[in-house]
Antibody, heavy 120, light 106 residues
């Protein structure tokens, strides 16, 4: 059973960078059975896909924050990460990491989410 | 660009059947999933691959598909089913969410 755990700062100052890490337990981040993604949910709003990365390291981002966003994988730690630069209050949200199952042969796995507040 | 459209709210009495639909061209190519989210909680996957229910999800939740429209049906809705429901679809290079449907059971 796959488990995902988000970690990172709960408070980030405007114009600074937001870095979050998702640790994958119970499975290999190098497996071709999954691709890895970040989803966020601003307070009181719906879910928004930020971007994804495949087991081979290919990345897909959701515009418009594409130029500020980097998603990467660290196979040695079985983790994947999100780095969002030049944050504003609009980036305040609960951030979820998700393991999407290739071919939808099983249910996707969601982390519990971590709240990030952008404020001075 | 792709979009997934959901009605914003559905209201039923306890014991009635609630139906939530999700429409979009991406659904003709990729499978749909359904999430349930209660206030302050992480989403829970109710349905994947259009109509498959994970273990532990009550049988009253079911999913169906007719091409570009998928439907989540809650047969005999209970008060504890009051929540936000989201459809989403995930392909190789895109993940798309519907705007969410607030289900009221009273």
């Amino acid at each position: 059973q796959l488990q995902l755990q988000e970690s990172g700062p709960g408070l980030v100052k405007p114009s600074e960078s937001l870095s979050l890490t998702c640790t994958v337990l119970g499975g290999s981040i190098s497996s071709s059975s999954y691709y890895w993604g970040w989803i966020r949910q601003p307070p009181g709003k719906g879910l928004e896909w930020i971007g994804s990365i495949s087991h081979s390291g290919r990345t897909y981002y959701n515009p418009p924050p594409k130029s500020r966003l980097t998603i990467s994988v660290d196979t040695s730690k079985n983790q994947f990460s999100l780095n969002l630069t030049s944050v504003t209050a609009a980036d305040t949200a609960v951030y979820y990491c998700v393991a999407f199952i290739v071919g939808a042969t099983r249910p996707d796995y969601w982390g519990q989410g971590t709240l990030v507040t952008v404020s001075s | 660009s792709y979009e997934l459209a959901q009605s914003s709210s559905v209201s039923v009495s306890p014991g009635q059947t609630a139906r939530i639909t999700c429409s979009g061209d991406l659904l003709a190519k990729e499978y749909a999933r359904w999430l349930q989210q209660k206030p302050g909680q992480a989403p829970v996957v109710l349905i994947y691959k259009d109509s498959v229910r994970p273990s532990g999800i009550p049988e009253r939740f079911s999913g169906s598909s007719t091409g570009t429209t998928v439907t989540l049906t809650i047969s005999g809705a209970q008060v504890e089913d009051e929540a936000d429901y989201y459809c989403y679809s995930a392909g190789d290079n895109i993940v798309l969410f519907g705007g969410g449907t607030k289900l009221t059971v009273l």
